[in-house]
């Protein structure tokens, strides 16, 4: 059971990842509908053609407050447990950005992102039911993207670039030890947490139209894989001595996981004057992530292939700006994001659900060419059973069955200039 449970949840520290979007506070305000608007420096994430059309050398700052929420409850707990609700403990993560782009004659602009597009956190009790599938976790990847533009004609330009990108990775875990003595079967928790890091390199490109009153916008982001190695470190100390020669302490491991391709379409529209709308599809291929193999440098652990099967999802989102006075302007949106995840692959560490979205925000003029934008992403995830990978799954019982209610609140500021 050890050998099992330690490969399964190693692999778990990786399979987390998740999509995060919110990479400038005025596309956020949005809902991110901002392909084809793609018109300050955000755009090397967004759409990298829109740099096209800066002009000047142009800067942003920004970072993204990230505050989840949520809880999970057994459906039908074994009479001994004491406590069926546990809540996920509170946590705020910050994925921040730093744009800069500079035009370079009439048509061409150069530009260089900074921006963290997956990642995962999160921490529950030591103690809940479900501390062998992972109770603390935390994966970042930081993309640094030099990015090119051009205007093909006045109202047409490209744009593409290129990403290194390095990405780390931590998971906490109990292993549940069973050893056979003569006359009692005895089990013993051992924490066990693993540490690793890897990089890799990724693609991304677009195509923006843009006329007076309407825009079209296409981009895309290339799948990536990250060869991740690391250290396992295994607390034996709840063991008896004859026994703990039989498990190690520390050993090397390393997997690879699998990052999709991103294809979003956008269109905006200007109907009045002050008013803009936009509308975005994104589909994300991540049904390349079906499994992923997990080995050890210690003989004592064995390799073994984790099946995953996640399945391609789409995301609509619809963003609208008004233009109240030219130093003041309104933003806001809704957004629809389709799970990839399976209910089969679920656990406490990525318990993921359809989800809905209510954005607003405002952007600021300053001072000549100074920019502040606010946002505010109020997200809700529809309610979800899960059997928590089968842990308490004994045929005719199925004790681990879980429902998981979630909702997230984000905050963003940018603060854009030019010169």
């Not at 990052?259 to 002050?274: D, T």
């Given at each position: 059971m050890f050998v099992a449970l330690l490969l399964a949840q190693a692999s778990l520290g990786t399979a987390a990842g998740f999509l995060i979007y919110e990479h400038g506070a005025a596309a956020m305000a949005m809902a991110g509908a901002f392909v084809s608007i793609a018109n300050d420096p955000s755009a090397i994430w967004h759409n990298p053609a829109g740099i096209a059309f800066l002009k000047g050398t142009q800067i942003s700052v920004g970072t993204t407050l990230i505050m989840p929420s949520g809880k999970m409850t057994l459906l039908n707990p074994p009479p001994w447990e004491p406590q069926q609700t546990w809540k996920q403990k509170s946590a705020v993560f910050f994925p921040s950005t730093f744009y800069i782009t500079r035009s370079v004659g009439e048509r061409v602009t150069l530009g260089f992102g900074f921006f963290s597009p997956y990642g995962l956190g999160a921490s529950w009790p030591i103690e809940n039911q479900f501390r062998y599938l992972g109770y603390e976790d935390d994966m970042k990847t930081f993309f640094f993207n030099p990015t090119v533009g051009v205007k093909l004609t006045d109202k047409l330009s490209f744009g593409a670039g290129v990403s290194y990108v390095y990405s780390t990775v931590m998971f906490k875990m109990v292993s549940l030890i069973d050893d056979l003595y003569p006359y009692t079967l005895q089990t013993y928790d051992a924490p066990a947490e693993l540490k690793g890091n890897g990089d890799a390199w990724a693609f991304n490109a677009g195509l923006l139209y843009r006329a007076e009153k309407f825009s079209l916008g296409f981009s895309w982001r290339s799948s990536f894989n990250i060869d991740y190695k690391g250290d396992m470190k295994l607390d034996t100390s709840a063991i008896p001595a004859p026994f703990r020669p039989l498990f190690p302490t520390e050993a090397g491991g390393e997997t690879t996981f699998k990052?999709?391709?991103?294809?979003?379409?956008?269109?905006?529209?200007?109907?009045?004057?002050?008013l803009l709308l936009s509308l975005d599809f994104h589909y994300v291929l991540w049904s390349r992530y079906d499994e992923y193999v997990v080995s050890f440098d210690?003989?004592?652990?064995?390799?073994?292939?984790?099946?995953?099967?996640?399945?391609?999802?789409?995301?609509?989102?619809?963003?609208?700006?008004?233009?109240?006075?030219?130093?003041?302007?309104?933003?806001?949106?809704?957004?629809?994001?389709?799970?990839?995840?399976?209910a089969e692959s679920m656990d406490p560490l990525l318990p993921d659900a359809d989800r809905y979205a209510l954005t607003a925000g405002i952007g600021w003029t300053l001072a000549k060419n100074v920019v502040l934008d606010l946002a505010f992403h109020h997200e809700i995830f529809q309610d979800r059973e899960s059997p928590n990978r089968n842990i308490y799954n004994f045929g005719v019982v199925d004790y681990g069955r879980s429902k998981y209610e979630m909702t997230a609140n984000l905050l963003a500021a940018s603060l854009s200039f030019g010169f």
């Open positions: 990052f999709p391709n991103i294809l979003a379409f956008g269109a905006s529209l200007k109907p009045v004057e002050r210690d003989p004592r652990l064995e390799e073994m292939v984790m099946e995953e099967n996640w399945k391609d999802s789409i995301l609509v989102r619809l963003g609208g700006q008004y233009t109240l006075s030219p130093k003041f302007c309104l933003r806001a949106g809704l957004i629809y994001d389709q799970t990839p995840q399976p």
